[in-house]
């Protein structure tokens, strides 16, 4: 299900009342920082030259790597408070070397080479990624860019949020959509670095034109970027691939992998795996679309809920792939499509009928619809599993939401698993291994936007649950199904509200 309307209202979590300003050292011989030192194990020390008159830092460094539990690398660093920008023009010395080299801008709680800490990190061969580790010893994780060796990079710490800005084509920073929660006590490291990636060697990168300054309190009006991003189930690494300052939702991911689905200001968008803009599919003259909506079996037609013009409620849809003229399934309303039948005939979906919200199924062809849950509650989400045997969905007949199954039929309804968490969406892979879903805490009613929230997936072997990833996000993050057709990833939305004056500073 879904409300329609824009979310703009500043939200808590992100724009956070700043604390002390940063402190600069004035050291001539390191400009604006206090110090360097080899961070981790490294074989060969590494060293900082500055220039004064090109406010340029050379940092030789080697190090075997910036990732799992622990960095190994030389860094040049101040002790600062509050919240804070760092930013520089990076470029490599020498066009050899490791492609997973790395030149950074990090902000770390300490100089143990175990500490939590958050990076941007320029590779070798252009990656460009905000690398994190959110707890003393934890593995590394990343949110890829998709912008590739960016001349300019730029970290910003507000709060407990990390933002991630690169440079375009026309030179200027922009929102990467790279972003990430954690929190650090007390002041802290900022300051750049080099990683040679390969212990027996010393790799250079020059920072140029680096400025470390405050975050002084705004009032400037917040603008809310959506990033769609894929992650990899097996490794929790992530790629950001489209990123806009508009409110876009829901992604879908094509049954040959080739481009993803997504709902922006009543319209249906559809963007290439690899693509850089979204073109617009024709659903005239429904263009008052929801959230919920998704992509057939043989992949070529798509459900779609909308408003009618008549101002009847959310109404079910079946319309070619590329785009054409709508045909109605559902005559009540409102209806919220989520899930289609392996076999292409049936559609589930939630319909709210004499007050009260349950999962029913109708011909994909259309037809009488038949109503399968009658708990008191909502009930939400329903999606079949790829054998077509049972229907997963979400309720809150325990007094919390939690993840339910059912036959086809509606029979043997049963409670997937139990936590403590208010849980939503469950989305089975195509080979039938995982389940992943979206996770509030347990005071939050609904499934509101602008909240922390957490994309957890769970083995359907064992049950066992692990994090996949923790962002801000929540309405619009993943409403329906977004999964890879080999099963190994799957899309998602996070957002950001930054303050327009930092969207608009280089």
Request: with cysteine.
């Given at each position: ?10 939200a808590a979590a992100c724009l956070v009342a700043l604390t002390a300003p ?262 005239d003259p429904q263009n008052r679309c929801n959230n919920d909506h998704g992509i057939s079996p043989d992949g070529q037609s798509m459900a ?203």
């Amino acid at each position: 299900m879904v409300q329609m309307r824009m979310r703009v209202s500043i939200a808590a979590a992100c724009l956070v009342a700043l604390t002390a300003p940063v402190a600069l050292a004035a050291t001539p011989s390191l400009g604006i920082f206090e110090d360097h030192q080899d961070v981790g194990t490294v074989l060969h020390p590494g060293s900082v030259e500055y220039n004064a008159a090109q406010q340029a830092y050379t940092i030789s460094g080697s190090g075997a790597n910036m990732w799992f539990g622990e960095d190994d690398f030389h860094y040049l660093w101040t002790k600062v408070s509050g919240d804070v920008s760092l930013t520089a023009d990076i470029t490599f010395v020498g066009n050899t070397g490791n492609n997973h080299r790395k030149a950074v801008l990090m902000i770390r709680q300490s100089l143990d080479a175990n500490s939590p800490a958050v990076d941007l990190a320029r590779h070798g061969d252009g990656l460009t990624s905000l690398q994190y580790r959110d707890a003393p010893g934890a593995n590394t994780h990343e949110v890829e860019s998709n912008v590739s060796a960016p001349r300019t990079v730029r970290i910003e710490k507000r709060g407990d949020y990390f933002y991630a800005f690169v440079s375009g084509s026309d030179g200027k920073l922009q929102v990467s959509g790279a972003s990430t929660k954690l929190a650090l006590t007390g002041p802290f490291y900022i300051g750049i670095g080099v990683c040679a990636h390969d212990k027996d060697v010393v790799e250079k990168a020059v920072f140029s034109n680096v400025k470390l300054g405050p975050l002084s309190p705004t009032s400037a009006k917040p603008v809310l970027y959506s990033a769609l991003e894929t992650i990899t189930v097996a490794s929790t690494d992530r790629r950001v691939a489209y990123v806009a300052p508009i409110h876009f939702e829901a992604p879908n991911w094509s049954r040959d992998g080739s481009f993803f689905l997504f709902n922006s200001e009543g319209k249906i968008h559809r963007l290439a795996a690899n693509g850089t803009e979204p073109a617009t599919v024709n659903t005239d003259p429904q263009n008052r679309c929801n959230n919920d909506h998704g992509i057939s079996p043989d992949g070529q037609s798509m459900a779609i809920s909308c408003q009618p013009e008549t101002n009847q409620g959310s109404t079910i849809y079946i319309v070619p792939i590329g785009g054409g003229t709508p045909r109605r399934i559902t005559q009540n309303s409102p209806s919220y499509w989520h899930g289609w039948s392996p076999d292409g005939k049936t559609l589930a979906f939630a319909g709210q009928r004499n007050g009260d919200f349950d999962i029913y199924t109708i011909p994909a062809a259309g037809g009488v619809e038949a109503r399968l849950t009658t708990a008191k509650g909502l009930d939400d989400g329903p999606e079949y599993g790829p054998d077509g045997e049972y229907i997963y969905f979400n309720s809150e007949r325990t007094g919390r939401m939690q993840i339910w199954r059912m036959k086809a039929d509606g029979s043997g309804q049963e409670q997937v698993l139990s936590d403590e968490t208010n849980d939503w969406f469950p989305h089975i892979s195509p080979n039938g291994k995982w389940m992943v879903f979206l996770s509030y805490d347990k005071e939050v009613s609904g499934h509101p936007g602008e909240r922390d929230v957490v994309l957890n997936l769970m083995s359907m072997s064992d049950k066992i649950v692990h994090t996949l990833a923790k962002l801000f996000g929540g309405q619009g993050t993943i409403n329906v199904p977004s999964w890879s057709p080999d099963s190994l990833k799957l899309a998602f939305v996070s957002y950001e509200l930054l303050p327009e004056d930092s969207v608009h500073a280089n």
